[in-house]
């Protein structure tokens, strides 16, 4: 074989490899990389007011968001514009940063929750991951009766965009740290209860008080269920709410509330005395956790901690009387 053979041997050869490469790349599937949950808010337009605020916040949210599974309640433009003006900030800027920090992870849940997972819960609590002072992670109220909302103040417009490490569903309001009042004006269970604290005749403020921060915060609270007052009602012979007397109702109410403590379940104690801000409670844990009245009175504590930023609510099962 001469050299010109050879040359165009090599030339024939080397003309069908780059075919058979060009016809293979022609037919290799495209892959579809789903985006992160922070690559998916930096894809949204109207999620770009998150992202500053992730950036902004303390402790490195991006990389903290990017490292777990999660399930990101994201507000839009227009809920953080609302967040900004009711709370008398000009801009993100003006946002104390650790205090922005602990608003956007409470917009952060744990694992992955779809819209189907709430739908089929209806309603109830989910721990977020911001915190209150003692470090313990807050919850939050869902309810499906109205479409899907958090805490009674913010509903989901777009549920269910999926993330490579999770999931994104767009709330149409910032979700403020929770109170004590929070979670019992957005919990169903607890509108006789908001009845009480806010009848018109009181010479104490309660949702004022137990909506602070400060002092006497943090607060207990042994929260009774809209069928504990209905019990209460039919024992006492007394018609209906606006018929119990004022300071039988405000020494009532105060029987539920400890000042500058917030217990926990597992800091109660057997046989423990609790001063509320009206009489005293016992503890019992005998037959599960229980307080008793100073008239021997006993409820069950069927919910245990459910945090709020300034306290923690215990959710009992008879309303608790001080001594008569």
């Known amino acids: 074989m001469n050299y010109i053979s050879k040359l165009s041997l090599l030339a ?153 490490n999770g999931v994104v569903h767009i709330v149409d309001a910032v979700i403020g740290l929770p109170t004590v009042v929070t979670f019992a004006v957005a919990d169903p269970t607890f509108e006789t209860l908001v009845a009480a604290l806010t009848r018109a005749d009181h010479t104490t403020d309660y949702v004022g008080t137990l909506s602070t921060g400060t002092q006497p915060s943090p607060f207990t609270v042994f929260a009774p269920t809209n069928d504990a007052f209905g019990a209460l009602l039919i024992e006492t012979g007394i018609p209906t709410l606006g018929d119990i007397p004022l300071e039988l109702l405000e020494n009532t109410l105060n029987t539920h509330v400890i000042g500058f403590l917030n217990a926990r379940a597992e800091d109660l104690v057997q046989d423990q005395v609790l001063a509320t801000l009206g009489s005293t409670l016992t503890v019992s844990l005998t037959d599960g956790p229980q307080l008793t009245d100073e008239n021997g009175r006993v409820a069950n504590i069927i919910v245990t901690n459910v945090q709020a930023y300034n306290g923690v609510v215990h959710v009992i099962d008879k309303v608790l009387l001080p001594l008569l």
């Open 12 to 164: 024939l050869f080397s003309g069908i490899l780059l075919t058979s490469c060009g016809s293979d790349d022609d037919n290799t599937p495209v892959l579809e990389v789903t985006p992160s949950i922070v690559e998916t808010a930096q894809a949204t337009p109207d999620l770009s007011i998150l992202v500053e605020a992730l950036q902004a916040a303390d402790g490195n949210l991006i990389d903290v968001i990017n490292a777990g599974e999660y399930t990101v309640l994201a507000p839009t433009n227009e809920a953080f514009a609302a967040f900004l003006t009711a709370n008398g900030f000009n801009s993100l800027a003006d946002v104390p940063t650790d205090v922005l920090s602990n608003i956007l992870l409470n917009h952060v849940i744990t694992g992955t929750i779809t819209s189907t997972d709430l739908m089929t819960a209806g309603a109830g609590y989910t721990k977020t991951n911001a915190t209150n002072a003692d470090g313990d992670l807050l919850d939050a109220y869902f309810s499906t009766s109205n479409g899907v909302t958090f805490n009674g103040v913010s509903s989901v417009a777009t549920a269910d965009v999926e993330a490579s």
